[in-house]
């Protein structure tokens, strides 16, 4: 028979074997991805199962010996005491839990001993951000004299039950509880060695869940080499003094996740939806049409398509009931205009899917976006621009409220606007377009060899060496020649830019712009740049962006268009965040669910082992 000891040993083993198991898409080292029912979900699994009574037969604790260095120096190293994290966590956690005396009434090696033996055993164990996390909990451990921060004599203290009552609902958090390794809240604990165990436990639970919740479960770039943002992930020392010294500690762990709107609609939808599984309701009957429908045509499908929107048909005998109506049309109007659609009427492939119902992963959709917005920062700012790359928009912000909405046009597939948050900083009027180096080599170079002259005169461009304009027809075009050169075309009404672009300085060299193809705008799905994001109405953009501007107004920078190239220097610099977010809940309560043009979010989801539908 296993002793209790025995089985906690191989208990504390799991604990550091679970905290470094790799994802196939996720950080080295980071932590199990949740809702899987693979191997990565076993070791949790065994990990949660409650610590054995103090009644059960144990094996005689071992003669107490000094552990090897390589197992002891992240345990016992202190903490440099000016740091911003370790100080912190060592006094209110002292005050908030006096050391146990624990010593003279239960046998074994005393507990500070017992502590440094059992975080041996995780940093042993662990790798990447596992270990890197360990080692943190280890120096607030070394901090307060290696004493337990949530153990109490020989049970777990009202704090400690409330932590593990919490983490236990992290599904709610749109996470996974499993990660967590949780013991049962019920703790008899005979000696020292469990109780250090059980303590340690709880801290590596509290330091993962902090880390997951701000910060995310998967690397943005193991997603897409064009998702560049570096989470805020509060780290260990800190996510234990927060805990520890907090009056509500569940609170205080809800607090680790996002602060933004965006993700609390998000997690209060999560509830909404799986609470509604439950109940679910039969699905609609499908609506089944010959072909696009148009005001005014008749079709065998109105009848269900009535009935789906919930429109009566008039009561006069003489009424066609397959007639598309006024009636019906106005009501697939507003239903268009409710899902991101254009409000034209016209029932095609794309409203007659989303009428019926087209199949989404909804709940996997909600928890995807979560993610991406724990990737987000944590302070949008007060004044920032936010574009939603699926949602084909952009809005701004001043003074935390929206003063501005527009549609965009966004990049290709093969174009990928990235994702990330800069800072505007300056306008640019009568801009140059300087060609990027792809699409001079992809797009441009066969018809330069075929008409150098021409080419360039037809299009407006000039070509550049070491700042000095050249002639096209001196050079013998080829790969090589095509990049050592500059392309610019010249500002004026057939420039790609437009009358004017916006300005924030980054490594990806995109911003957003006018363009004079106004037509795209009308389009449903608005991905056609090669990266860059193009505004509608540009100046009631701008309007918006220089709001309060002691200098500059519209009407200043309208009456410099057609002249030569300015830079617009303005006084309040805006935060701007390039964001994707394929599911959000919109200011009336609605979930809205837009397609995963890049493929991110079905990414995001296969990383976490969720449904692949």
């Known amino acids: 028979m296993i002793s209790s000891l025995s089985k906690l040993l191989i208990s504390t083993a799991v604990?550091?074997?679970?905290?470094?198991?790799?994802?196939?898409?996720?950080?080295?080292?980071?932590?199990?991805?949740?809702?899987?029912?693979?191997?990565?979900?076993?070791?949790?699994?065994?990990?949660?199962?409650?610590l054995p009574p103090a009644t059960e037969a144990a094996a005689p604790p071992a003669e107490p010996t000094a552990p090897?260095?390589?197992?002891?120096?992240?345990?016992?190293?202190?903490?440099?005491?000016?740091?911003?994290?370790a100080a912190p966590a060592a006094t209110p956690a002292a005050d908030a839990a006096p050391a146990p005396v624990v010593a003279a009434t239960v046998p074994g090696m005393p507990v500070d001993q017992a502590i440094v033996a059992e975080i041996g055993k995780v940093v042993a164990s662990a790798t990447g951000d596992a270990?890197?996390?360990?080692?943190?909990?280890?120096?607030?451990?070394?901090?307060?004299?290696?004493?337990?921060?949530?153990?109490?004599?020989?049970?777990?203290?009202?704090?400690?039950?409330?932590?593990?009552?919490?983490?236990?609902?992290?599904?709610?958090?749109?996470?996974?509880?499993?990660?967590?390794?949780?013991?049962?809240?019920?703790?008899?604990?005979?000696?020292?060695?469990?109780?250090?165990?059980?303590d340690?436990?709880?801290?590596?639970?509290?330091?993962?869940?902090?880390?997951q919740a701000s910060g995310g479960r998967v690397a943005p770039l193991s997603i897409s080499k064009d998702i560049t943002r570096t989470p805020e992930r509060i780290p260990a020392d800190r996510a234990l003094a927060t805990v520890a010294e907090a009056g509500d500690a569940a609170a205080a762990l809800d607090g680790f996740n996002p602060p933004t709107e965006g993700f609390r609609r998000l997690k209060a939808m999560l509830a909404e939806v799986r609470a509604a599984k439950s109940n679910a309701e039969a699905?609609?009957?499908?609506?089944?049409?010959?072909?696009?429908?148009?005001?005014?045509?008749?079709?065998?499908?109105?009848?269900?398509l009535r009935k789906r929107l919930g429109v009566a048909a008039p009561g006069d005998d003489l009424f066609d009931p397959e007639l598309y109506d006024e009636a019906l049309i106005?009501?697939?109007?507003?239903?268009?205009?409710?899902?991101?659609?254009?409000?034209?009427?016209?029932?095609?492939?794309?409203?007659?899917?989303?009428?019926?119902?087209?199949?989404?992963?909804?709940?996997?959709?909600?928890?995807a976006n979560m993610e991406m917005w724990r990737w987000m920062p944590r302070d949008l700012s007060q004044d920032y621009v936010l574009v939603n790359?699926?949602?084909?928009?952009?809005?701004?912000?001043?003074?935390?409220?929206?003063?501005?909405?527009?549609?965009?046009?966004?990049?290709?597939?093969t174009n990928q606007t990235p994702v990330f948050s800069g800072e505007m900083?300056?306008?640019?009027?009568?801009?140059?377009?300087?060609?990027?180096?792809?699409?001079?080599?992809?797009?441009?170079?066969?018809?330069?060899?075929?008409?150098?002259?021409?080419?360039?005169?037809?299009?407006?461009?000039?070509?550049?060496?070491?700042?000095?304009?050249?002639?096209?027809?001196?050079?013998?075009?080829?790969?090589?020649?095509?990049?050592?050169?500059?392309?610019?075309?010249?500002?004026?009404?057939?420039?790609?830019?437009g009358n004017i672009k916006f300005m924030f300085p980054n490594k990806h060299a995109v911003y957003l712009h006018d363009t004079p193809l106004r037509s795209l705008f009308n389009r449903d799905v608005r991905a056609f740049s090669h990266g860059c994001v193009r505004v509608d109405d540009p100046m009631a953009f701008a309007d918006a962006v220089l709001q309060g501007d002691p200098q500059w107004t519209v009407p200043k920078l309208q009456a410099m268009f057609g002249g030569d190239e300015k830079r617009v220097d303005i006084a309040t610099h805006l935060k701007v965040h390039l964001a994707y977010f394929t599911a959000f809940v919109d200011d009336g309560g609605k979930l809205q669910i837009r397609d995963d043009i890049y493929g991110h979010t079905q990414a995001i989801k296969k990383a976490l082992g969720m449904s692949q539908v």
């Open 68 to 85: 090897s260095a390589e197992a002891t120096t992240p345990g016992v190293e202190p903490a440099t005491p000016a740091t911003e994290t």
């Open 131 to 198: 270990r890197r996390r360990a080692d943190a909990v280890a120096k607030v451990y070394a901090a307060r004299g290696n004493q337990p921060l949530w153990v109490e004599g020989d049970h777990y203290s009202d704090k400690a039950k409330a932590v593990i009552a919490r983490l236990a609902d992290a599904v709610e958090d749109g996470l996974n509880p499993l990660d967590y390794a949780l013991p049962e809240a019920d703790l008899s604990a005979p000696d020292t060695e469990l109780v250090a165990n059980a």
């Open 15 to 50: 604990i550091g074997l679970g905290l470094s198991a790799v994802p196939a898409l996720a950080e080295t080292g980071f932590d199990p991805l949740g809702a899987k029912t693979t191997d990565t979900a076993t070791p949790a699994a065994v990990e949660s199962k409650p």
């Open 283 to 304: 699905a609609p009957e499908p609506v089944a049409l010959a072909k696009s429908l148009k005001p005014g045509m008749s079709d065998a499908g109105v009848p269900a």
């Open 425 to 497: 900083q300056y306008l640019v009027v009568n801009p140059y377009w300087h060609i990027p180096e792809s699409i001079k080599v992809k797009e441009m170079l066969p018809e330069i060899q075929a008409d150098p002259a021409g080419y360039f005169s037809r299009h407006g461009y000039e070509v550049t060496w070491d700042g000095q304009l050249i002639d096209p027809t001196r050079i013998i075009w080829d790969e090589n020649a095509v990049k050592a050169v500059g392309i610019r075309q010249v500002p004026g009404e057939a420039n790609a830019l």
């Open 330 to 367: 106005a009501a697939v109007e507003a239903f268009q205009k409710e899902n991101g659609l254009t409000a034209d009427g016209v029932v095609g492939s794309r409203t007659l899917a989303l009428l019926n119902g087209a199949h989404r992963d909804v709940e996997g959709e909600i928890i």
């Open 389 to 413: 790359i699926p949602e084909f928009k952009v809005r701004v912000f001043r003074h935390g409220q929206q003063v501005h909405e527009a549609r965009v046009v966004v990049g290709k597939a």
């Open 200 to 211: 340690l436990r709880v801290s590596m639970a509290v330091a993962t869940f902090a880390e």
